[in-house]
T-cell receptor, first 114, second 117 residues
């Protein structure tokens, strides 16, 4: 149980375009979802926390207008990288939690901005 | 606030040898502690967690960890390494129930485990 999926698994886009990443909890209701980014050979950095039906809470230094997060249902959250630039290239990982105690992670989405 | 330090960015062991991955934490409130494993180009898989019950926690794939409050440690061990254990391991801490950061994970820098035949 506790499976989280992400789509797409990898995406290449041109600079200036927007990219949407979906995160789904497949067998549980994720009242809270988290979005992380991971640079090569580095740890995960929390970008934002979202609760179903409310606005996401962004970590310091993360631009909320650039990284739009929507958590419209208990099984789906989306991250949209707007006007992507090469420096946004990274591995984006989401996680879901049903009780705020344990997070279950998706397989990640590798974004490459050309 | 919480922080995690993983001692040793790389650990190399022989197949069949003991695995010991070190994790020390800092937390202003009673912590919850987690170990996750990440295989290349994949997300994180939960190995085990401590949430204020038994201090010796057993997880999947033969791993276990012991919470030692006096040492602020949560080291991960496995008696006998297998080739399939080669991966990157992350220790993480969150505030326990009632903490203002309840549910938010702070990760260590990760330890890459290499297993030699």
């Amino acid at each position: 149980g506790a499976v989280v999926s992400q789509h797409p698994s990898r995406v290449i886009c041109k600079s200036g375009t927007s990219v949407k990443i979906e995160c789904r909890s497949l067998d549980f209701q994720a009242t809270t979802m988290f979005w992380y980014r991971q640079f090569p050979k580095q740890s995960l950095m929390l970008m934002a926390t979202s609760n179903e039906g409310s606005k996401a809470t962004y970590e310091q230094g993360v631009e909320k207008d650039k990284f739009l997060i929507n958590h419209a249902s208990l099984t789906l959250s989306t991250l949209t990288v707007t006007s992507a630039h090469p420096e946004d290239s990274s591995f984006y990982i989401c996680s879901g939690s049903s009780n705020d105690e344990t997070q279950y992670f998706g397989p990640g989405t590798r974004l490459l901005v050309l | 606030a919480q922080s995690v330090t993983q001692l040793g960015s790389h650990v190399s062991v022989s197949e069949g040898a003991l695995v010991l991955l070190r994790c020390n934490y800092s937390s202003s409130v009673p912590p919850y502690l987690f170990w996750y494993v990440q295989y290349p180009n994949q997300g994180l898989q939960l190995l085990l967690k401590y949430t204020s019950a038994a201090t010796l926690v057993k997880g999947i794939n033969g791993f276990e960890a012991e919470f030692k409050k006096s040492e602020t440690s949560f080291h991960l061990t496995k008696p006998s390494a297998h080739m399939s254990d080669a991966a990157e391991y992350f220790c993480a801490v969150s505030a326990g129930a009632g903490g203002t950061s309840y549910g938010k994970l702070t990760f260590g820098q990760g330890t890459i485990l290499t297993v030699h035949p």
